[in-house]
């Protein structure tokens, strides 16, 4: 991360994965000729140990994208993923399987990722099985019974099939199975979107406690930045496959830089209706991926931007401590009398 190299506390927490110039690019027939979809494009960021790091943008921003990537669900186009100080794609066979076992995923559809033929026995206990967790019948039921009891669901359930529960009920089976194998680190692809508000709240008390009891790092993908508040500890800001913010929840939710990231929190709806708040409507669509525009990928949108946006795109940069932001205007934008004394 393009950031300045200076001691801070928050240096000394442990990295549990980092990417650098992450890339991931598809390809689009167009005209007759091949162009890349840059659906991640150069993310660097870290996960320290026990955190929640939370990934927001519009849809199609490339969110869920970057969380496979992460996991080499899909193959980087370039640049590295480092995970407990270790290259991903330069480990053996045998440790990719560890690895498989330490980083887990929970997908948005708890109806579409459970395989409707099998018990929810045998979901939990084919993972416990192939990573060696637990060996003979007794011991993997002791298992399988154990994690669903964490996860809030009676043990008698293992004998029936995903079609007989609640959407909320299947999450949490499919909260249980990534966690049956003891990871550290778990994916989260909007795992509370497809749910009704009220179940949305008790699953995201679940993957607090159990974050607390197994110390697990996540990575929290969701458009809601109303949920992302009240699970996150860092949120990260994507655009057309770009970070353009990374902050503590807490500063980038009371003082966002980016005027995406602005846009972004004044549609939160209010708590109480008679609070005045500025709505920021972004004027046009979302470029195509595949023909962004130049410079500032967000400019095309923006409010504030100026001829000099276009000729190059900004960096992502730390302006304050532990605060990054992609945008050479911010202080214009966010802080008029700072950017009028930089003048």
Avoid: W
């Amino acid at each position: 991360m393009q950031a300045n190299e200076k001691t801070r506390p928050s240096d000394t927490r442990e990295v549990i994965l980092e990417t650098r110039d992450l890339c991931k690019y598809f390809t689009k027939r167009s005209g007759g000729k091949d162009k890349p979809v840059k659906a991640v494009d150069k993310a660097n960021l870290k996960v320290f140990r026990g955190e929640t790091l939370a990934v927001v943008g519009e849809s199609g921003c490339g969110k869920s994208t970057l969380g496979r990537t992460v996991l080499h669900l899909l193959e980087p186009t370039s640049g590295e993923v480092i995970f407990n100080g270790k290259p991903i794609e330069r480990l053996d066979n045998a440790h990719n399987k560890q690895l498989r076992k330490e980083m887990q995923i929970v997908f948005q559809d708890p109806y579409a990722s459970l395989n409707p033929r099998m018990k929810v026995f045998d979901i939990i206990a084919e993972p416990i099985r192939f990573h060696g967790i637990a060996s003979g019948r007794a011991n993997v039921e002791a298992a399988v019974n154990k994690i669903l009891t964490q996860c809030g669901l009676p043990t008698y359930i293992a004998e029936r099939y995903p079609h007989e529960f609640s959407g909320g009920q299947r999450q949490r089976i499919s909260i249980a199975r990534a966690l049956s194998v003891e990871p550290s680190f778990v994916v989260l692809d909007e795992p509370v979107s497809a749910l009704d508000v009220s179940i949305q709240s008790q699953i995201i008390n679940l993957l607090c406690d159990l974050q607390q009891k197994k110390n697990l790092s996540y990575m929290f993908i969701s458009h809601d930045l109303s949920v992302v508040y009240n699970i996150a500890t860092r949120v990260v800001v994507m655009y057309l496959g770009s970070i353009v913010e990374l902050s503590d929840k807490e500063e980038l939710y009371s003082e966002p830089l980016h005027p995406y990231t602005r846009a972004l929190l004044s549609a939160i709806p209010k708590d109480n209706p008679s609070e005045t708040k500025e709505r920021i409507i972004l004027s046009g669509e979302i470029p195509s991926p595949s023909n962004p525009p130049s410079g500032c990928k967000f400019r095309s949108r923006c409010r504030y931007a100026t001829e000099a946006c276009a000729q190059k795109e900004p960096a992502l940069r730390e302006v304050r401590p532990n605060h990054f932001v992609a945008c050479d205007r911010y202080e214009e934008i966010c802080c008029p009398a700072e950017g009028a004394a930089a003048r």
